[in-house]
């Protein structure tokens, strides 16, 4: 059969597609809630309109947003199934349990008290209304525990053996399943990646008003909140990366050696910035590098040893016999660098904003400007920037909003595509994995049309965005101003509207 | 009884409370076209399932879920048989969630009906084709030996199963009706218990029918019970939506959701997937389920979280429990 064609291909396609379009969404789910969380309490505690309006403008953004996460978060559940039957088989005994544990303690909870969120403006106490967000911020946050233990046993199996009569791989410690250190590290970086994202997608959008002078006062508030998260969020997506890639370095050397391009082992190894020429060919023409860096990131040490693509592929051959053990060179080292690159652009746009936009008390007095004012962008102790640089600080502020995402997809890519040959490593190759009941056609079919649909959905999910961004926050209303006071509603009006309705 | 008798019953359990719960969402969106005259009342039917469909749903992640980790064979089998309908049922799920969402989120009437159309027809399909599937579970469906689903398409739209179709989408949208009948007040809410009458006929012949072809094939003296439990509250809801009495209507066509359920899980152990080439072949609850310590864990974690799911859904239909009429729907889009 044509290789491109091949089923198992067709399957890791759709999965590929399917899994890094819902995680366009899952990040900016998990910020959003606990950022619209934290503008909501802001409200609750000191009663200023400019946090309700803020929480109610991103808090809309958010639920167009969680709609879309939770929809292609149902084909997550079940593709498992579908495509990759003989895995499901293989390691459901232990992938089933965090998937179960995910289904039953967070989405229950961040399902029902979303629900309670949007429509319970009108019919719960202030307080407690404000408890279904955060509810629905820890739903998000254990969610993303529980599949990113499932995911980190794939990288490095534990807790487990293999059953041979059954012919599967059976859970002996699901303690540990949920705490090695491969789990925890993986949780810390992509929550802290999730931060930075929705940080991004707050000075983005907060940068588009401000520049244009628009809804200034909840802009500025927003802008500030997004600038401290992409700051606070970058620096420890930067530290759990590098935790996390010191775990990798140990558990799959060929995935880091993949994302260096790095051929043959060396002592005190170099960082590749930037290759020219053809990373895939088995030597590079690098034009940049930082000696050493590979070494220290790898093992703490500048002049330590680190293995090659060569060295670990006929260590693996030794290991689980013959074989080609290397990924796709130039995706898992192109892969590697987007994701840094992107991440820490949108690191350092935060941290000149928060510079250049610094309270007023570190400026002089003709730089300060009022609440309902855009803030002066000051580089130096007594000058603001030039219109043109001015200009181009908040361009580079409203382009941020998309980098995060860029980078959270080619980390997903990197780390998925460095593992392979393996599904498990070194347990189940991928394509031992897929359906052998499910033909060509079937898995064309679901693909072309989850394809199609998705596409569909992200136009229109954009565009309503896009709506939503332009119309700003909202006024506030008498009922918004008047929470109830009882559990269900105040009665006093039995016919009046509902504060929301669909 | 072990501990995967146990799961075969919390499964049975958790697409029980699916049915239950999504089965009346899912009706209500069936209704958006049958029941509803104009776009207040549309509003009104929607606006009672609003707050609730999300939590509905998650039953069926979470069914999903749980056959995965206690029934890995099981979980693998049927949904890589069920290929197809399957990913029907996945795109109307999609579009389903997205269009409660979205509809109110523009003013324009055109993007509203789409959205509207788009909830009536992937509140419709699933309604049906979840039936279809558990009338061949139940049917038993072409499996060799190695646990691999080797029939067709078209050999799941065999008229045993798409009997079963019919009585979930009647029933479903029968339990939408009450439901709405309960949840809505005015003109709509007497013409959803004009319509669930007519309705309730209907689905009562199908699965009086359907009910008793599974008897005959697979029953037991269990499933004899259930069944005529099943019966019994199905009439019952009928009688008690005639005598307005609505509670009670909606509560027994939630019983016959329940005792039609069981009826089937009861006829299909010790099976969870019977072959029908060979028997020896079947998919049952040792021969597809996890390893005792995978159970014990996960009977653990759904002794303590089940209870506590409970509490805070039912709390979530506490606070929603006034009914809606086109009053309370505001002119204005937010």
């Known amino acids: 059969m044509d290789l491109a064609l091949a089923p198992e291909t067709l399957a890791r396609w759709q999965f590929g597609i399917t899994t890094v379009y819902h995680f366009l969404f899952v990040p900016l789910t998990i910020s959003l809630a606990a950022l619209t969380a934290g503008l909501q309490t802001a409200w609750v505690r000191t009663g200023k309109e400019k946090y309700l309006r803020a929480t109610k403008f991103w808090g809309k953004l958010f639920l167009i947003n969680i709609a879309m996460g939770v929809v292609t978060g149902i084909v997550q559940e079940f593709q498992f199934g579908m495509n990759w039957s003989d895995y499901s088989r293989f390691v459901g005994d232990i992938f089933g349990a965090p998937l179960a544990f995910e289904a039953l303690i967070a989405f229950f909870f961040e399902s029902t008290f979303i629900g309670l969120w949007i429509f319970g403006w009108d019919k719960l106490p202030k307080k407690i209304h404000l408890a279904c967000i955060w509810m629905v911020s820890i739903g998000t946050i254990l969610s993303a525990y529980f599949i990113l233990a499932a995911n980190s046993w794939m990288q490095h199996p534990v807790g487990y053996k ?142 330590s040893h680190v293995p090659g693509i060569n060295d670990v592929n006929k260590a693996e051959q030794q290991k689980y016999g013959p074989g080609d053990y290397r990924p796709v060179i130039p995706v898992t080292y192109w892969g590697f660098r987007w994701m840094i690159g992107f991440g820490m652009a949108s690191f350092a746009i935060g941290v000149a904003g928060l510079w250049l936009t610094r309270k007023k008390f570190m400026l002089p007095q003709h730089l300060r400007v009022g609440e309902d004012e855009v803030p002066h962008l000051v580089l130096f102790k007594n000058k603001a920037l030039s219109p043109k640089l001015g200009k181009l600080y908040w361009m580079l502020a409203i382009w941020t909003l998309g980098f995060p995402l860029i980078a959270n997809s080619w980390g997903w890519i990197f780390t998925e595509m460095g593992r392979q040959p393996w599904v498990v490593f070194g347990v189940l190759q991928t394509r031992s994995a897929v359906s052998p009941g499910v033909g060509q056609g079937e898995v064309l079919t679901s693909m072309i049309v989850l394809t199609l649909l998705y596409a569909a959905l992200a136009v229109v999910e954009v565009k309503l965005l896009a709506k939503y961004v332009k119309a700003g926050p909202p006024e506030l209303t008498e009922a918004d101003l008047n929470p109830p006071t009882k559990i269900g509603g105040d009665s006093h009006d039995a016919d009046k509207p509902m504060a929301f309705s669909y | 009884m072990q501990l995967h008798d146990v799961w075969f019953v919390l499964i049975a359990v958790l697409w029980t409370g699916y049915f239950f719960l999504e089965g009346f969402d899912f009706g209500v969106g069936i209704l958006t076209k049958l029941l509803a005259r104009d776009r207040a009342e549309k509003r009104v039917l929607i606006n009672t399932i609003g707050p609730v469909w999300d939590g509905n749903e998650v039953w069926l992640l979470t069914a999903g879920g ?101 009585v979930t989408l009647t029933l479903f949208t029968f339990h939408g009706a009450v439901f709405t009948a309960l949840k809505t007040v005015g003109d709509i809410r007497e013409r959803a218990r004009k319509l669930a009458l007519q309705v309730g006929l209907v689905t009562a012949v199908a699965a009086l029918v359907f009910l008793l072809w599974t008897q005959v094939d697979s029953g037991d003296g269990k499933s004899l019970v259930a069944l005529i439990v099943a019966v019994a509250a199905l009439v019952g809801a009928l009688a008690a939506n005639q005598a307005g009495r609505e509670g009670w209507s909606f509560a027994l066509s939630g019983v016959t959701i329940v005792a039609a359920v069981a009826m089937l899980f009861l006829s299909l152990f010790p099976n969870v997937m019977p072959s029908s080439l060979n028997s020896d072949w079947s998919l049952t609850v040792t021969n597809a389920s996890s390893s005792p310590y995978t159970l014990k864990i996960m009977t653990w974690c759904a002794a303590v979280a089940t209870p506590i799911v409970l509490l805070y859904q039912g709390w979530t239909y506490w606070v929603f429990r006034k009914r809606i009429g086109t009053q309370h729907i505001a002119e204005a889009v937010h």
Not at chain 1, 179 to 200: E, I, K, M, R, Y
Not at chain 2, 92 to 97: H, K, S
Not at chain 2, 103 to 121: G, S, V, Y
Request: proline residues 3%.
């Open chain 1, 162 to 303: 293999i059953n041979k009569v059954k012919g599967r791989a059976e859970l002996t410690d699901f303690w540990a399943v949920l705490t090695q250190n491969t789990a925890l590290s993986q949780v810390f970086h992509t929550l802290s990646a999730a931060f930075l994202t929705g940080g991004a997608f707050m000075v983005g959008i907060a940068a588009w008003h401000l520049f244009r002078k628009r809804h200034i006062s909840v802009m500025k508030t927003s802008l500030r909140l997004g600038l401290v998260t992409v700051v606070i969020a970058g620096l420890l997506t930067a530290i759990s990366g590098d935790t996390l890639g010191k775990v990798m370095f140990k558990q799959q050397p060929m995935k880091m050696a993949a994302a260096e391009a790095l051929w043959n082992g060396e002592d005190s190894a170099p960082f590749s910035i930037f290759a020219v020429g053809d990373v895939d060919k088995g030597h590079n023409k690098v034009a940049i590098e930082i000696p050493g860096l590979l070494s220290y990131l790898a093992n703490g040490d500048f002049g």
């Open chain 2, 66 to 166: 749980a056959t995965f980790a206690a029934f890995p064979e099981w979980y693998a089998t049927l949904f890589s048989g069920f290929y197809l309908p399957l990913l029907i049922i996945l795109v109307c799920l999609i579009v389903r969630g997205v269009a409660f969402e979205y509809r109110a989120k523009r003013p324009e009437e055109h993007w509203q009906r789409n959205w509207e159309t788009a909830i009536f027809w992937s509140s419709l399909i699933p309604a049906f084709l979840w039936g279809v599937a558990f009338g061949n579970i139940v049917r038993g469906v072409k499996i060799d030996k190695s646990f691999e689903y080797v029939g067709t398409f078209w050999d799941l739209l065999n008229p045993y199963a798409l009997l079963g179709g019919v």
